[in-house]
């Protein structure tokens, strides 16, 4: 089963301002990065019950950059 990921406003944010952060630093830096954050999003889709850490909240690093990925698992009926 595929589960959607919905990213916050506030965490989008702060994706772009780490982007931003490693762009200035390295091009290639922050192209790393931005991988980083797919994969996670498709590890996300895939097994959204990794790591958990506190009740329904969980949290998955961000490989090679230090980055917490904070999620919580909500039940959407449609």
């Not at 019950?49 to 230090?66: D, G, S, T, V, W």
Request: avoid cysteine; hydrophobic fraction near 40%; charged fraction near 25%.
């Amino acid at each position: 089963m595929v589960f959607k990921v919905i990213v916050s406003k506030r965490a989008q944010q702060e994706i772009e301002n780490a982007i931003a952060y490693y762009s200035e630093i390295n091009k290639s830096l922050a192209q790393k990065f931005y991988n980083s954050v797919e994969a996670n999003y498709k590890k996300l889709e895939t097994n959204p019950y990794f790591q958990n850490r506190y009740k329904e909240f969980r949290a998955i690093p961000l490989r090679n950059f230090h980055f917490l990925f904070s999620i919580m698992l909500m039940k959407i009926n449609i």
